[in-house]
């Protein structure tokens, strides 16, 4: 099959690296806009559980990965300087560049070329493709100029959020909340290198205009940012990599094919970050379409159509989770208020609607049996 596939991201690499290893007489090539080396952000996230599902479809990848990993047992949750550590959440980081870099040099030493500096503004140049993935994230210009095929949605989050670094190294993935006189600032923070971690800063759209991030340049963002967080930072700096606020696209695509065009990854529905399953979702899409082309052949109609009826189910039910997650985030000020921090630490791990009482003791008995002293109803 003669396979090209738009975005040399987490979703297109994967896919290259599944379809090439399960075939080698695919004509697979990848075209990506930036040059080889760039990079946007700094780590990401994945939850042992995530790994887990990886390693079952994707051994060799992650036996690669695996070295180059940050990994520690438990999250902790900040309310207001009071720190709650929450047992049972495992998580592994890695900066997006190391895993880029790691994925560019997997998928060519199988023989697929990536064709850096090379954007696809249109089809025109794939007319004799079997199938073109478009793995061209969030902001995929192959599904803008195909919205109504694809049935499109994108819901823009009233929160803004900033994704920095600092060169503390974090000893969990915890997330922050802090009062001001503005409102409440919360920050996403992990070690993803020995020397670095990924520092997103979070706030609701009243605060940030309260604060006045609206006037402020990139340097006057970035101070008042590290004044906001400066007990939690130590002294350390935060890192800027040409970092602006933004808000977050909850995208979704009723069809996620039309013709040979298939849809992966953010560009066929985006996750939020606060359930730090983004790259985790695309590979999974990944190994998800790869699955079906493994069970109809090429029969390219048959395989992307089992895809979306195959996959539909597990990302519905995760997309569900993240929307439910993006909304706590949207009445953190309130909950920060009303909430002491046992009590806000258990509002944050029952958030999405997929932990119950019974899983959070599972998860952490010391923080369900602090928990049931104050509310005995729940233990029952
Ligand atoms: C602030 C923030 C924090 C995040 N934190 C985490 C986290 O902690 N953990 C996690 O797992 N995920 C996280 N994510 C999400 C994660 O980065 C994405 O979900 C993931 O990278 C999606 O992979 P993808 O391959 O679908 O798309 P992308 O990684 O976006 O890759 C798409 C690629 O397509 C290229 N491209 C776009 N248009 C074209 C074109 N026209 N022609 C050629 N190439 C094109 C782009 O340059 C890019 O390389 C975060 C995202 C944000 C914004």
């Not at 003669?2 to 007489?25: N, T, Y």
């Not at 994925?103 to 850096?116: A, D, M, N, S, T």
């Not at 922050?176 to 503005?182: K, W």
Request: net charge neutral; aromatic share 10%.
């Amino acid at each position: 099959m003669k396979i090209r596939i738009v975005g040399a991201g987490p979703a297109g690499l994967c896919f290259a690296s599944l379809m090439k290893r399960a075939d080698r007489s695919h004509d697979i090539a990848i075209v990506e806009r930036s040059p080889r080396d760039a990079t946007w952000g700094f780590g990401v996230v994945f939850s042992d559980r995530a790994l887990e599902f990886l390693r079952a479809d994707d051994e060799a990848l992650v036996r690669e990965l695996a070295p180059h990993f940050e990994s520690w047992p438990r999250i902790a949750i900040v309310h207001d300087g009071t720190r709650v550590p929450v047992a049972g959440n495992g998580f592994s980081s890695i900066g997006r560049l190391q895993l880029l870099t790691l994925l560019h040099r997997h998928v060519e030493g199988l023989g697929v070329p990536i064709r850096f500096d090379a954007e696809a503004t249109s089809l025109a140049g794939f007319a004799d493709a079997d199938v073109v993935v478009a793995a061209d994230g969030a902001f995929s210009s192959i599904r803008g100029a195909r919205e109504a095929a694809f049935g499109t949605t994108v819901d823009w989050r009233p929160n803004r959020f900033i994704w920095y670094g600092t060169t503390k190294a974090f000893d969990s993935l915890t997330l922050t909340f802090r009062r001001t006189a503005h409102g409440v600032f919360c920050a996403h923070h992990y070690r993803y290198a020995p020397d670095r971690s990924t520092f997103l800063v979070e706030v609701t759209e009243p605060t940030w205009q309260r604060a006045g991030f609206e006037r402020m340049d990139e340097r006057e963002t970035l101070a008042a940012c590290e004044r906001a967080f400066a007990a939690d930072l130590e002294g350390h700096p935060i890192l800027s990599n040409r970092s602006h606020w933004r808000r977050f696209p909850a995208v979704w695509n009723e069809r996620w094919s039309t013709g040979n065009v298939v849809l992966l990854g953010d560009a066929l529905r985006t996750a939020h970050f606060s359930i730090g399953s983004g790259t985790r979702l695309a590979m999974e899409d990944a190994v998800a379409l790869a699955k079906a082309f493994a069970a109809c052949g090429n029969d390219v109609p048959a395989a992307l159509a089992r895809f979306q009826a195959e996959r539909l189910p597990p990302v519905r039910k995760i997309c569900d989770a993240a929307n439910a997650s993006l909304r706590w985030y949207e009445q953190m000020d309130e909950r920060v208020s009303a909430l002491d921090p046992l009590e806000f630490a258990y509002s944050y791990m029952t958030r999405t609607g997929r932990v119950d009482h019974a899983e959070v003791r599972r998860l952490d008995p010391a923080l369900a049996a602090a928990y049931e002293a104050r509310h005995p109803q729940a233990a029952a």
